[in-house]
Every structure is written in structure tokens, then in C-alpha cells.
């Protein structure tokens, strides 16, 4: 996702308002254009290749904190998964969740902004990871499996007939933390990028298709 359709998909989201609110010197893509930088100067790198900081805050003049005010949670959000797709190009790794903080601070002019990266590890230091579900819910993957299905004690319930009670889980591998899928028997499969498979190594960005539903891996 380019900053542009970044910015494409704010509007969308809050709609003709967004525009409105925006009237300012400040735009939401000059937030997501440093924040990519800060990602790109700070990078660093890892045991397995390059690192990027995961935890990023925005600070706001008092003026422009009130206007976005209303769209804080969204703008948030869609920070977070620029940074998430800005990884994904540069094919940077991150230490931990991403996540993203809107701050007021009275010492910024309006239009004026300042973003903080920094790298903070996981709990447990396991690698990040989560599942992304159809109406953009992030579920982590932590220590315990995360497992999939139509029964409503299934950590992710999806209410679909093609799925079944208990279709499939995403466990944590044991010595190296990477993240795994496995099928549970179900009776019609579960397919990773379109792929049947009974276990396999999720990977960023990696679609995992359940019946006709379809969840995405975000190593984050």
C-alpha cells in the first residue's frame, strides 16, 4: 500500500467529514511520509536481516489534536499499516507489534507535527505476529494456539457453513517462536495463498483461506 492509497483509504473511511477536518496545513499522508522515514533511517540490523523500529508517536499542535480528534482510532490504525506494508516492501522485520500513539503537545505550532520511533520487543520476546480477520479485527498470536472454527469456543469464531467446528490453529513453534498453521482435520481444507496444506510456516502477508473465508498473516 502506497501512501497514497493510504491516504485514499482514510477518506473513504470517514468519508466526505475527513476532507473537512482536513482543511489544515497538516495532511495525514506528511504523518505517514515521516513515519516511513523514521522507519528507514532507524532500521537497523537484526539476527534474521533488517529490523525496523514497531513503535511509533505522533505528536500534535493542541489545534490540529482537536481536528483529528474525531478520526484519532482510524488515522491510528491506518498509520500502523502503512507501516506494516512500508515493512513488507523494504522487507523489514519488526521486534514486536506495531503500534501508533496520537499525542497533543503545546509546544507545536499548528501544522506542525513530530513522529518518535523506537524498538520495543514483544512479550516474551517472541516475534510478532497476528491474524487479520475479514473486518480488519487483528487477533496476536501469543504463547497459547489460536484456534479457528464455528464453535463458539474457538479463539477466532467464523460463521461460516464451509468451515468447520474446529478447522484449523496457529501455534507457536517451539525453540524458534516462528509462527505455524495447522489444519485440523477439517472436512474442506484449509489453503495458504491458495495453496492446500496441513502445516506450514506462515510468512508475511500470507493468505489464509478457510471455507470462503479468508484471513491474513501480518508479521506484527
Known amino acids: 500500500m502506497g501512501l497514497q492509497q493510504f491516504e485514499q483509504r482514510l477518506e473513504r473511511l470517514v468519508e466526505g467529514a475527513f476532507t473537512k477536518a482536513f482543511r489544515t496545513d497538516l495532511q495525514p499522508v506528511e504523518i505517514g511520509r515521516r513515519l516511513t522515514r523514521e522507519m528507514d533511517?532507524?532500521?537497523r540490523v537484526?539476527?534474521?536481516?533488517l529490523i525496523a523500529p514497531?513503535?511509533?508517536?505522533?505528536e500534535l499542535s493542541p489545534e490540529d489534536a482537536r481536528r483529528f480528534e474525531r478520526f484519532s482510532e482510524v488515522l491510528a490504525r491506518e498509520l500502523a499499516d502503512a507501516a506494516r506494508e512500508h515493512a513488507r516492501t523494504e522487507g523489514y522485520a519488526f521486534v514486536?507489534?506495531?503500534?501508533?500513539?496520537?499525542?497533543?503537545?503545546s509546544r507545536l505550532r499548528t501544522g506542525r507535527f513530530a513522529v518518535y520511533a523506537d524498538f520495543v520487543e514483544g512479550p516474551d520476546a517472541l516475534p510478532a505476529g497476528s491474524l487479520v480477520l475479514p473486518d480488519g479485527t487483528r487477533v496476536p498470536v501469543g504463547e497459547e494456539p489460536v484456534v479457528i472454527g464455528r464453535l463458539p469456543e474457538c479463539t477466532i469464531v467464523l460463521s461460516d457453513p464451509n468451515v468447520s467446528r474446529r478447522h484449523a490453529e496457529v501455534v507457536r513453534a517451539e525453540g524458534t517462536g516462528a509462527i505455524v498453521l495447522r489444519d485440523?482435520?477439517?472436512t474442506n481444507g484449509t489453503r495458504v495463498n491458495g495453496v492446500p496444506v496441513r502445516e506450514?510456516?506462515?510468512?508475511?502477508g500470507d493468505e489464509i483461506t478457510l471455507g470462503t473465508s479468508v484471513l491474513r498473516f501480518d508479521a506484527s
Open 96 to 105: 514486536g507489534p506495531v503500534e501508533v500513539e496520537l499525542r497533543r503537545s
Open 46 to 49: 537484526g539476527v534474521h536481516g
Open 41 to 43: 533511517l532507524l532500521r
Open 184 to 186: 485440523l482435520q477439517s
Open 54 to 58: 514497531n513503535v511509533f508517536v505522533v
Open 200 to 204: 506450514q510456516e506462515l510468512q508475511d
